[in-house]
């Protein structure tokens, strides 16, 4: 039986020592009444599983928490997807063992999920924290704080196709919808592109005016290694996301943004010299039809198989 309300914050760990216990106290900290914790380490190696072992047992409080640690490191998707099973919440969250949570996100985010009983997941603003330190919104607002823009909301598959548009760090989930799609895909690499685009093919995304979530960019995260010289990890399932939009399209203004999303990750394949997903992408672009002078030229790229990465790390 699903608990009415409750949220469930499934915080995935990787060394972090540097900055979990700020995450951890961050779910404390919420101001929404009903919550639980499940703080998963996944395999940490620099000091991560004593530092949630202490801030467990001295700092947590009245806050329900589970820990589970790993011996050794796993498949993201997979541990998640684990977790997931579990839960009998109405929504839950995934937290990086890095980010930040502002006080009020859950309470807000909550609110206008709420009042839309068939959306998937609502999602929000977030600071984005560079290694230099410089602070930017996700989306471009104004010195008083208003959106530059107004925010997209409902159906919004074909806009995600070609673009990032939403802060996965931000997302609250309905945990029903997410788990009658079968979660993550666990043979993938990383999440949010696909659940994103799956969840957006059967049901309508809200979003809440807010800024929830400080992210952070740093060396070790995980998207910093997305255009990996050679041997990208994220790639290979970026290609396989791909494919798989493919077959969930319908109209041909969806094929055009794929097209557009074909073309900038085989643009980034080819500069970081990830000639084997490129060579993917570029099929994939042959079989929807992509015509055009970039695509003919990256074609040729990828046949003389042109290294030019050690420029690409130096202007990316």
């Known amino acids: 039986m699903r608990v009415s309300d409750r949220v469930t914050i499934i915080c995935i760990a990787f060394n972090h020592a540097k900055w979990i216990e700020e995450t951890l106290e961050s779910v404390r900290m919420q101001d929404y009444y009903s919550k639980e914790l499940i703080i998963i380490d996944n395999g940490s190696t ?43 919440s109405q929504y839950v969250v995934d937290l990086s063992g890095d980010d930040v949570l502002y006080p009020d996100h859950l309470s807000l985010s909550i609110s206008k999920l709420r009042r839309a009983y068939d959306a998937a997941f609502v999602y929000s603003d977030a600071y984005i924290l560079s ?20 925010i ?6 074909e806009i995600l196709i070609s673009q990032n548009y939403i802060c996965s760090p931000t997302i609250v989930f309905n945990a029903k919808i997410l788990e009658n799609a079968g979660g993550y895909d666990s043979s993938l ?17 809200i979003f809440s005016d807010h800024v929830g979530v400080l992210k952070r960019k740093h060396g070790k995260s995980l998207s910093a290694g997305q ?28 094929d055009i943004a794929l097209g557009k999303r074909v073309l900038h990750e085989l643009k980034h394949a080819l500069w970081s010299a990830n000639f084997e997903p490129a060579a993917g992408f570029v099929k994939l672009g042959n079989e929807i039809g992509l015509k055009g002078l970039e695509f003919t030229l990256y074609k040729f790229w990828l046949k003389k198989r042109f290294n030019l990465s050690w420029l690409y790390i130096k202007i990316a």
């Open 131 to 150: 290694p230099e330190g410089d602070i930017n919104t996700f989306y471009r607002r104004s010195n008083s704080g208003e959106l530059y823009e107004e």
């Open 227 to 254: 255009y990996e010289r050679y041997q990208s990890k994220m790639l290979p399932s970026t290609l396989r996301v791909c494919e798989k939009i493919r077959q969930m399209n319908i109209y041909p203004e969806e």
């Open 152 to 157: 997209r909301q409902g159906e919004l598959y």
């Open 46 to 88: 620099d000091g991560t599983p004593e530092i949630i072992e202490k801030w467990v047992s001295q700092k947590s409080g009245r806050l329900t928490v589970k820990t589970i640690f790993q011996e050794k490191e796993a498949s993201y998707c997979g541990l998640f997807n684990e977790a997931l099973a579990g839960v009998t």
């Open 189 to 205: 690499f990383y999440e949010d592109f696909d659940i994103q685009l799956r969840l957006a093919r059967k049901h309508p995304l």
